[in-house]
Each structure stands twice: as structure tokens, then as C-alpha cells.
């Protein structure tokens, strides 16, 4: 009696850990959105070799197999990977596998993927706020877009980037980055960075100038009215008094 219910015990404990091991593999998961599907597939994977499951990922399991309970579960855990607003797309896939296939087959190079990745590349333009930090998007975005079909050498890359920043906002910056012949992507970040400094010195400045501006002169505070008592103004310009 005492064994089996040592056995039951261990079984619980297992099954806890299990399920704890699927819950933190899953919450990894970078949630698909209809743009991010190389982003979701690394994580998807991951999270299936986490779980020691990938090969869930590998072939379709048939009814009676003795992991098919598994199976239809983590099926239900790949569905709520999805953004509930594009969640209608997938309901006619049944199992992990086919899922995982069709997502796998949509991502593979093709013409059709490379002009869906190079509009998005070219409409990422600076909206504000740090340089630096919209410079490592967009180097993102580079990275996901070389294939086949699209490859970007450095001079191609500074190029676009620097054809993405808003005139006449950044002219100067501009002309001062087309002026410069060894230029690289490593060297656009470094300018980038001083580019924020400058912008933040800037605002700053403004800023103090206009608190400056805001303080009340000298001879305001010395100007006293005997009659109202009241600082800005003498006696005889006293409004009261007239």
C-alpha cells in the first residue's frame, strides 16, 4: 500500500512539472500577428523542444497512437499562439502538423514574400522619438528580409536608411551622412547615437530659456505701490488711486 502510494504521489509530482514545463514553453511564444511569422516559427520550435515534443512538429500522428492525447492538446496550445484577430484564418487546420507545415511552406522564399517583407522594410519610417532605437528596428528588418531573392550589401543598406529619414527635419543630418565616403553601418549607429545627444542638449536649452523668459524683471519686483501695496508699479501710475 505504502508503494503505491509513494508511485501516486510521483505521478502527481510528474504531471505538475509537466504541465508547468508546457505553461512557461508556451508563454515564450511570440504571439502571431500576421507580420512575424519567422519571429513565431524560432519560438514555436523552441518552445516544442522545450516540452520535448518537436516531433510532433515532424509527421502527423494517427488516432490510437499512444501520444495522439498529446497531440490534439498541444494543437490547442499552437492555436492560442495567434492573434485573435487573424485566428480565422487557421480554423480549417485540424493537428499540430498541419499547421506547423502551412505556416512552414508560407515563409519559405519566394518572389511574393520578398516584396511583402521589402514594403514593410520601406515604410518604416522615423515617427519620432530616439534615432538609435528606430535605426535598430530597421536593422532588424534587414536581417529578416535576406534571402534568395533580396540580399543587401552595406553601401545598399546605409543607403536606404539614410533615404528613410523625414525631410526637412533631418536635412542637415542628411547632408552630412551623404558626405561621408567610408560610410557603414556601424558608423551610422555611432552618429545616430550623438544625433539623440544633440536633440535632448537641444530641447534642454529650449526649455531653460523659456522658464528664463517666464521670470519677472528686476524692476518689476523693486516697483512697489504705496497706495495698493502691490509690486510692478509706483504711486502715481496706481489705477486704484485714479
Known sequence: MATSTTQSNDNNIQSLMKQFMEIFAFNQVIKYDGTNINKWIISVRSAFQMCEKEHFLCDELPIGHHEYYDYQRYFGLLMFTFEPKILQRFVHLKTVFQLWDHMVRFEQDSLATSVRKFTKLIGTKYDGGKLCHWFERLTAQFEDIESEWLHFNEK????????????????????????????????????????????????TKCADNQFVNKKPSLSSKRNKCGYCKRNGHNTDECYKRL
Open 156 to 203: 545598399t543598406r546605409c543607403t536606404i536608411t539614410i533615404s528613410l529619414l523625414p525631410r526637412p527635419q533631418f536635412d542637415h543630418l542628411i547632408d552630412r551622412l551623404t558626405s561621408i565616403e567610408s560610410l557603414s553601418m556601424m558608423v551610422l549607429m555611432n552618429i545616430f547615437i550623438d544625433e539623440d545627444k544633440n536633440m535632448k542638449t537641444g530641447s
